[in-house]
């Protein structure tokens, strides 16, 4: 456990055309206000008024000709000023309290916060059950929609890429990563996320869609081939 008297944070969002996107902006208000926190922010070549948008809060904004979501989290991690880090998602938003226990209490070397879904479809409830005591507790997995924290301590010195450089699952990869190193823990506060993937493609099917593709990760598909499948028609995280 660590423990401060007043802990510094960087937080880094990768983001890309995040204008309609109203979570990013709420996190904006609250993170771009917090002494404690560094805000960075990644933007792979936004042309929607993003970056003019961003310009407006307290963070460092880095542009990127990356499609990748991993590579633009590593931009981040690479230009953070302080050792413990927070990998936010462009379209989660972490409770206030969340944020204020990160700054002063006791913490784990790594962990994430509690999944919860804008919407409370029972099959979104599920899932984000499932993500938070099965895959999350028992398995140590957390998505990046959970909002990861770390302490730049489990990273080598000289590694480059802590983040695996793949196209879809980098955030499964990561975690397994830092396993080697100690179990995480899960905070109490939530992160909540949109659930624009399933209402623009249907919850039944996104959420089969999903099972799919943790299928094919097992199978060692190419990651390439499953985000493209994955970002069809919507382009949230990458852009083909």
Not at 104 to 133: I, R
């Amino acid at each position: 456990m660590a423990k401060a008297a007043m802990r510094h944070f960087s937080v880094i969002i990768p983001a890309r055309n995040e204008m309609g996107n109203p979570f990013i902006k709420r996190a904006l208000a609250h993170l771009g206000s917090l002494n404690f926190v560094e805000l960075i922010i990644v933007d792979n070549n936004s042309t929607d008024g993003s970056v003019e948008y961003f310009q407006q809060f307290n963070c460092k904004i880095i542009p990127s000709n990356s499609h990748l979501r991993s590579r633009r989290l590593n931009q981040g991690i690479g230009e953070a000023q302080n050792d413990w880090i927070l990998l936010h998602h462009p379209r989660s938003f972490i409770e206030l309290e969340g944020l204020e226990f990160l700054k002063n209490e006791e913490l784990p070397v790594w962990g994430a916060f509690t999944h919860a879904f804008d919407d409370d479809h029972p099959l979104l409830k599920f899932t984000s059950w499932y993500s938070n005591h099965i895959r999350g507790d028992r398995s140590g997995i957390f998505y990046l929609d959970h909002c990861l924290f770390f302490n730049k301590s489990l990273l080598s010195k000289n590694d480059k890429t802590p983040v695996p450089e793949v196209s879809i699952f980098e955030d499964t990869e990561f975690c397994i990563k830092l396993l080697k190193h100690e179990k995480p823990k899960r905070l109490p506060f939530k992160s909540t996320t949109s659930s624009v993937r399933f209402k623009k493609n249907g919850i039944v099917y996104q959420s089969l869609l999903n099972q799919v593709l943790k299928v094919g990760y097992h199978l060692n598909f190419s990651d390439e081939l499953m985000n493209r499948i994955y970002e069809k028609g919507l382009s949230l995280n990458s852009k083909y």
